[in-house]
T-cell receptor
């Protein structure tokens, strides 16, 4: 079993829809969580940090559920420009180890 | 804003050549990383460094070495390039060793070895 798992998608949704995806992790010693966005043939860019209390940035909401060991990303009122691959990242501070999910592809159609 | 700069966007090298990939960050970050990214394999860590002159192997260090002589610069060296090292190479940096800071990536070097 992978340490961090994401549904690879692709998620194909119409513009304006709400879409959500999860990322599960297996090690409860994990410390920090992030969502990254990666456009085709570009570098990953930090989208937002994830906290137990939730984190909202405009149309994007990230949530951490430590009991069930997953993080989520919700995108409301999706735009064509949201089409990208979304990577979750889990950092285990005890081992200073950084684990990337394999990414979820999102495609927004007009 | 954090800036991580990789010296080349595209490189084409011949098999057996020694290849240097340079990365510079301007935010005084302690940690620096080199990853490669291939379709279907995701991001794989090659080497990382927590301090000047310090380096640690990642998941796939074979065929690579690194150098960190100054805090802001982390170089990846392919001692004798091979075709299976054709890939997208990504440098990243982060602030603290104890893993609460996100990584910031450079814009990548797409290396082709012929």
């Amino acid at each position: 079993r992978k340490e961090v798992e994401q549904d690879p998608g692709p998620f194909n949704v119409p513009e304006g829809a709400t879409v959500a995806f999860n990322c599960t992790y297996s090690n409860s010693a994990s410390q920090s969580f992030f969502w990254y966005r990666q456009d085709c043939r570009k570098e990953p860019k930090l989208l937002m940090s994830v906290y137990s209390s939730g984190n909202e940035d405009g149309r994007f909401t990230a949530q951490l559920n430590r009991a069930s060991q997953y993080i989520s990303l919700l995108i409301r009122d999706s735009k064509l420009s949201d089409s990208a691959t979304y990577l979750c990242v889990v950092i285990y501070s005890s081992a200073s180890k950084i684990i990337f999910g394999s990414g979820t592809r999102l495609s927004i159609r007009p | 804003d954090v800036k991580v700069t990789q010296s080349s966007r595209y490189l084409v090298k011949r098999t057996g050549e020694k290849v240097f990939l340079e990365c510079v960050q301007d935010m005084d970050h302690e940690n620096m990383f080199w990853y490669r990214q291939d379709p279907g394999l995701g991001l794989r860590l090659i080497y990382f460094s927590y301090d000047v002159k310090m380096k640690e192997k990642g998941d796939i260090p074979e065929g690579y070495s690194v150098s960190r002589e100054k805090k802001e610069r982390f170089s990846l060296i392919l001692e004798s390039a091979s075709t299976n090292q054709t890939s997208m190479y990504l440098c990243a940096s982060s602030l603290m060793r104890q893993g609460t800071s996100p990584l910031h990536f450079g814009n990548g070097t797409r290396l082709t070895v012929t």
